[in-house]
């Protein structure tokens, strides 16, 4: 059961000024040496429940609904892309976690919201695509797996103790199927590499993981086996929703700064909030904020009454990250030279918000998703009748 309104709005009262406090001060620290002081950061996320947002209350989280989820989201990257991008992946190890045993759920969620366990989605690879052209592949020796592969790009490596890794495995009958496979990082047959520093979102480590005949228990997959796509879907679904949340925290962020700069900055003897010039770019920068906050907020109502989102997941993508493109470089325009360097958090913002187009997917494939949706009869919106179009052919043999 999600938090009421009241006891939520408290709730977020104490852990929001926790964020603007002690997190947002070490900004100029994180940008500096590309790190985040995990150490001293993991306790207090974990006392101020930030680290079990979305796990069950029965099993030691908050349990919030995905509008009041959302809201979390959207605070952590005003405050720090790095640091929202740990946060997002941490608390985005619960979605997985819906789909297994009561055994597993009793294992995992206390672990996760204690912060003793994260568990990061080991799904994208340097050799292959995603879906079902990932190339992990684990071969069936008694009650093991025999996993080999590469993933790249994976999110928290540097510390999660287990990792989700989507890979075929062999099934009893000899057929290979898609899994989810739990892999400890102390496995034998394990290793991780760093990989290079990001644009943006400084501190937020990303590894590659190299599996070379690494046995696995069978035992260790999670959820059903050979039906790892389902849950992983649903994990990117709800995730492209949250990157949207993520852009419209960056996008309000650039607005507050830029109304703020714009009422400070002289040229000419005045403030260049009176130039009309600037007030477009303010306004524009609302009017796309405004329409990014309705598609959100539409799309957690759905989430939370358990409906399908696949077309809404991807068109809040797309729209965040159109919007967040126009309202970044707006906010770089209203600041003007001295936005470009490192002075104010503009040009934090402006750089964290790139990694928005490419998390949970590209562009070209939300649209190829979103497509299909359409094409298969899912709309947005209830539609009341049925169109029937006939061909200019139909109307040419209809005439005779
Ligand atoms: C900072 C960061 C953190 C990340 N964290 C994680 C993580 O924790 N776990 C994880 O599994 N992944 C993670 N990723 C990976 C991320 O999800 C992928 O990078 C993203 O989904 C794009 O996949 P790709 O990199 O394989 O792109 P590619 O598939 O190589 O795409 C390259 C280009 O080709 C286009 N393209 C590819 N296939 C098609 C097609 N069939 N039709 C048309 N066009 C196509 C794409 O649209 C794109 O323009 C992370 C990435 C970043 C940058």
């Known amino acids: 059961m999600a938090m009421d309104d009241r006891s939520f709005a408290e709730y977020r009262e104490k852990a929001f000024s926790f964020l603007w406090d002690e997190v ?56 720090h892309g790095g640091i929202r991008v740990l946060l997002h992946v941490h608390n985005g190890g619960a979605d997985v976690l819906k789909f297994v045993s009561e055994e597993q759920q009793k294992t995992f969620f206390p672990r996760i919201a204690r912060g003793e366990s994260s568990m990061p989605l080991g799904l994208t690879e340097p050799e292959g695509g995603t879906g079902r052209d990932i ?57 991780i590499r760093d990989m290079k520093p990001c644009m943006g979102c400084k501190g937020a480590y990303h590894g590659r993981l190299l599996f070379d005949d690494c046995a696995v228990p069978v ?91 696949l077309m809404e997941a991807n068109l809040c993508k797309l729209l965040a990250i159109e919007t967040e493109r126009r309202v970044t470089d707006n906010g770089l325009l209203v600041f003007g030279g001295i936005g470009y360097t490192g002075e104010y958090p503009i040009d934090r913002l402006y750089r964290d918000a790139r990694l928005n187009w490419l998390e949970e997917g590209t562009p070209t494939i939300h649209m190829m998703v979103a497509a299909r949706g359409l094409l298969a009869g899912q709309r947005t919106y209830r539609p009341f009748h049925q169109e029937n179009i006939e061909t200019s052919l139909d109307l040419a043999r209809k005439e005779g």
């Open 219 to 309: 035992g260790n997959i999670l959820g059903e086996e050979g039906k790892g796509l389902e849950p992983t879907v649903y994990a990117l679904n709800v995730s492209r929703v949250r990157i949207a949340a993520n852009a419209l925290g960056t996008m309000e962020r650039c607005l507050d700064l830029a109304v703020e700069y714009a009422g400070k900055r002289l040229t000419f003897g005045k403030p260049i909030a009176e130039r009309q010039a600037v007030q477009r770019y303010l306004s524009e920068m609302a009017l796309d904020i405004y329409a990014l906050q309705c598609a959100l907020s539409d799309t957690a109502r759905k989430i939370d009454r358990g409906e399908n989102i």
């Open 24 to 79: 947002a001060p070490l900004e100029e620290e994180i940008e500096r040496t590309e790190r985040i002081p995990r150490d001293v950061l993991w306790p207090k996320f974990r006392d101020t429940g930030q680290l079990g947002l979305l796990v069950p209350e029965e099993y030691g989280g908050m349990d919030l609904s995905e509008a009041q989820y959302l809201e979390f989201e959207k605070e952590w990257s005003k405050v």
């Open 135 to 191: 190339k992990a592949r684990a071969r069936r020796e008694g009650d093991h797996f025999i996993l080999n592969g590469t993933k790249h790009l994976i999110t928290n490596a540097d510390f999660a103790d287990v990792f989700c890794v989507v890979c075929w495995t062999e099934m009893a009958d000899g057929r290979y199927e898609i899994s989810n496979l739990l892999v400890e990082r102390d496995r034998k047959g394990f290793t």
